[in-house]
């Protein structure tokens, strides 16, 4: 049995403005396309900082120096902030730095994920550190998020054994399916932020690789 229609609706279906990756993942090749404006003026309710750093994403000192930027956030604001990491191991660090702000630290794990976000709509003077299932799915509109910290470009693992299988598969992998992948994750978590047309933010991603790399 088929299904006549199948619709598929989403913020972040298109990479560089075209449906090849969904369209490709999803084997729909014959397709109707329709691209809608966002309803949201992003020049005029956010802000993108992508400061200056000494480290790249995988120097070992990328954490510390990312950390000390953080806590500058967080006193500043008194909170406000999520910061979405691509590791576990960027996010105890600079969660376990972010602590001598003084600023309530909601870090994933130490309660349920509704819980967190409960807290985190409720009380401005808290910040929240989640990875990969906070970069989606998360609708905290008004002045509790005010900051968006995103640590890196979220690209896959090296080692995953996906990314290291679709490599054998096709040489061409890191154009056709991680760079696309990567920048629908990274739209998905920027999304975060401005929620409603009254919402105004500041996202900061401490990845230079923006401005650097092709």
């Not at 690209?155 to 056709?176: K, S, V």
Request: hydrophobic share 40%; net charge neutral.
């Amino acid at each position: 049995k088929t299904t006549p229609t199948v619709v598929l609706t989403s913020a972040t279906h298109t990479a560089n403005g075209e449906f090849d990756f969904i369209k490709r993942e999803t084997g729909a090749v014959e397709v109707e396309e329709l691209q809608v404006d966002s309803p949201f003026d992003f020049r005029e309710q956010a802000i993108l900082v992508v400061p200056r750093m000494k480290c790249l994403p995988n120097d070992p000192g990328f954490a510390a120096e990312m950390s000390g930027h953080i806590n500058r956030i967080l006193a500043l604001l008194k909170g406000r902030t999520m910061c979405l990491f691509t590791s576990w191991k960027n996010l105890e660090a600079c969660a376990t730095a972010a602590e001598a702000t003084g600023v309530e630290i909601l870090r994933q794990g130490d309660k349920p994920r509704s819980k967190l976000l409960a807290k985190f709509r409720k009380d401005e003077g808290t910040a929240l550190f989640g990875t990969s299932s906070f970069w989606q799915g998360v609708d905290v509109p008004g002045e509790a998020l005010s900051c968006l910290v995103i640590d890196k470009i979220p690209f896959m693992n090296p080692g995953d054994p996906l990314l290291e299988a679709l490599q054998e598969r096709d040489p061409g992998c890191f154009a056709n399916y991680s760079l696309p992948k990567a920048i629908l994750d990274l739209r998905q978590g920027f999304g975060r932020l401005i929620r409603r047309r009254s919402d105004r933010g500041v996202v900061v991603i401490f990845d230079t690789r923006l401005f650097t790399k092709a």
